[in-house]
């Protein structure tokens, strides 16, 4: 991530929004419970919302980069049942089954093999478990401020989406999109076996 967006992700105007407005429009009326991953976490805005609502929810927080980890371990530190570590998502450091929920806000265009964060989210999942998030959607004009501020990207299509979260083998999958087509919100769900 450019040093402008990782600037970006961290503003307190940005955590403000994310907070208040992307994760209940992520969630979309689902009930965090259980043991919850997040993957990508950045500087903890949406981990701190769900500490602060939905304290049943036991949290792992997690990011790739150290200053991430830290920025979110100092926002996180007053709520006892968080961890905060750094992972790679596409080498998650858990047991398989180990989770109820997986979250993934706005951080799945950041992964270059990005496909292999939908197989480790399936794989630390517990059967029946749900991997549920939002990103940005393949448009002209999330392409070109990516260009322009200079971060690795890979921007994913719905349908690519779709079809990649079939593959890593979830089922009961949804990906939709919003705002003109600018953000997708997904929902999917690890098998029962
Ligand atoms: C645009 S930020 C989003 C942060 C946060 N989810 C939010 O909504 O504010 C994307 C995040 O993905 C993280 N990231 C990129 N590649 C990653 C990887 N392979 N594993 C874990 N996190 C990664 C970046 O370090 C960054 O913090």
Redesign the pocket.
Known sequence: ?SAI??AF?RSSP??AF?RRR?LPWALDGFDLHGDVL??????G??AQGVARTLPDARLTV????EA?VAAAAARLHRHPGVRVER????ALPYPGGSFDVVTA???LH??GDWRD?LSESARVLRPGGVFIGYDLTDTPLARAVHRLEGSAHRIIAAAELREALAVAGFTDIAVDTSVREHLMRFRAFKRAV
Do not use: F, K, N
């Open positions: 991530m967006e990782g992700c940005w955590r994310a992307m997040e993957i990508g976490a950045g500087s805005a949406m997690t990011d790739l980069d991430m992972a790679d998502v596409t806000y706005l951080m950041h992964v964060s």
